[in-house]
Nanobody, 126 residues
Framework: EVHVVESGGGLVQVGGSLRLSCTATGFHFDEYAIGWFRQAPGKEREGISCVSSRDGSRIFGDSAKGRFTISSDSAKSTVYLQMNNLTSEDTATYYC???????????????????WGQGTQVTVSP
């Protein structure tokens, strides 16, 4: 069974940083995708960044470029999202998700991902 668990959220001041962690286990495929998404109150779920387990190919949304970095630790089966220079616009519930196939699309699409973590809250305060 596939399990996805994310952590690392919390309360941070504007301009601060957080590192979110995601561990996805139970896959039996040659390639799978791990993606980071977020959803703010009243907003649709948004793709932030996603990565291929096979070759490290990755996609970044506009909100992530220049501020967020996705990385992985193969030994720990963990993918990280480093978030820097946070603003109030970054306040949201952040989700990690996994899918069997990494699709090289312009953005990471939530509807393409089958297995989701429960989310971790990020709140950016003044």
């Amino acid at each position: 069974e596939v399990h996805v668990v994310e952590s690392g959220g919390g309360l941070v001041q504007v301009g601060g940083s957080l590192r979110l962690s995601c561990t996805a286990t139970g896959f039996h495929f040659d390639e799978y995708a791990i993606g980071w998404f977020r959803q703010a109150p009243g907003k649709e779920r948004e793709g932030i960044s996603c990565v291929s387990s096979r070759d490290g190919s990755r996609i970044f949304g506009d909100s992530a470029k220049g501020r967020f970095t996705i990385s992985s630790d193969s030994a720990k089966s963990t993918v990280y999202l480093q978030m820097n220079n946070l603003t109030s616009e970054d306040t949201a519930t952040y989700y990690c998700a996994a899918d069997r196939i990494f699709r090289r699309t312009r953005v990471c699409r939530p509807d393409e991902y089958d297995w989701w973590g429960q989310g971790t809250q990020v709140t950016v305060s003044p």
